[in-house]
């Protein structure tokens, strides 16, 4: 993200793109050449390296082309959104976080919510997925970076595991942390970015119906890529703001720190909320490249949320507040 100048930044997603499209094309071909129930077996085999069989399988009518948008705008499909990713504690290269990350373990881990809450608890993850069942939530995803997925979510609103702990009434902010262990994530042994990646959320924000916790895709539990076996997904804001793999959830009085504005101030704000008027320093955020698709895209100011979650930013500068 910002290590690399614009210029580095087109070559290096052309060549990331050629390989990712032609592995696409490959894994299309398979596809088409197999069954609705080779393809369920495909999809099986993806989504369970070590880790234990999916418990939030819930079946779907067509796992190809049965998620769509309120809207109708259809859902990437799978192979892109589990192949081109951004988790710099495997690798900063989209195409080479899913191969390293494949091993990673998720089994056992728990969630630890406290601060200003009258019910801290520590939460096993399977515990907290029983609790508050995941449903699909199809979402329009779009990063800083000016790409966009439509993703079609599992999960459950953050409001269900809040309204567990019971926050206090001074309490205005949540920070979240991912996990910090360099065995299990490599790239958290250099210092690409300081670790572990941090990031917040106004409360008012994190109770907001769209704001949830996913813990799968397409049906099936999370890849580790993703950011199994838990991340936080912000329709209306920046990917950034998507923490993964979550360990610590902490409710506070003081706005929290993030990872990227901490690393560049000027180039990333703590709201970051999608908005095609107010430019990244270094490019400009009016459209976006849909993965999947040829040509660009307008941006729609938050992300085509402004509807729901426009009235959490009333009498608020989004030039200043960015
Ligand atoms: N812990 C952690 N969370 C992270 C990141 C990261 O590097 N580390 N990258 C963020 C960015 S920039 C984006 S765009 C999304 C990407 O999510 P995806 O790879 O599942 O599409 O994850 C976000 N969450
Ligand atoms: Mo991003």
């Excluded at 000027?266 to 908005?275: H, I, L, M, R």
Aim: with cysteine.
């Amino acid at each position: 993200m910002l290590i690399k100048n614009p210029d580095d930044i087109k070559s290096s997603e052309i060549t990331d793109e050629k390989h990712f499209r032609n592995r696409r094309m490959f894994i299309r071909g398979v596809a088409l050449a197999t069954t609705a129930t080779a393809t369920g077996l495909l999809y099986r085999k993806l989504a369970t390296p070590n880790q234990p069989p999916p418990k939030a399988d819930v079946a779907q009518a067509d796992p190809v082309s049965g998620y769509l948008t309120p809207s109708g705008e259809k859902a990437t499909p799978f192979d892109d959104i589990t192949n081109y990713n951004n988790f710099y504690e495997f690798s900063t290269n989209k195409g080479g976080v899913a191969p390293r990350a494949k091993n990673f373990v998720t089994r056992p881990w728990t969630v630890e919510v406290g601060g200003m809450v009258h019910k801290p608890k520590t939460f096993d993850i399977d515990d907290l997925i029983k609790l508050a069942p995941p449903e699909d939530r199809v979402y329009r995803f779009r990063c800083v970076e000016a790409w966009s997925m439509i993703i079609p979510w599992l999960g459950f609103p953050l409001k269900r595991l809040l309204d567990e702990v019971e926050p206090m009434g001074s309490a205005k902010y949540l920070a979240f942390t991912t996990l910090l262990d360099p065995e299990r994530m490599p790239n958290q042994r250099g210092d690409v970015l300081p670790w572990p990646y941090v990031e917040g959320l106004r409360l008012d924000e994190a109770m907001h119906p769209l704001t949830i916790l996913a813990t799968g895709l397409y049906g099936k539990m999370l890849l580790p890529q993703n950011g199994a076996p838990i991340r936080l997904v912000v329709p209306w804001k920046y990917g950034f703001k998507s923490i993964k793999s979550i360990v610590k959830i902490a409710i506070t009085d003081k706005q929290p720190p993030t990872t990227w504005s901490d690393a560049a101030p000027d180039e990333y704000g703590f709201y970051s909320n999608v908005n095609p008027e107010v430019s990244h320093p270094r490019w400009s955020q009016a459209t976006e490249r849909r993965i999947g698709e040829w040509g660009r895209r307008d941006t729609l100011m938050f992300n085509g949320y402004g509807d729901q979650v426009a009235q959490l930013y009333t009498g608020m500068d989004l030039k200043v507040n960015f």
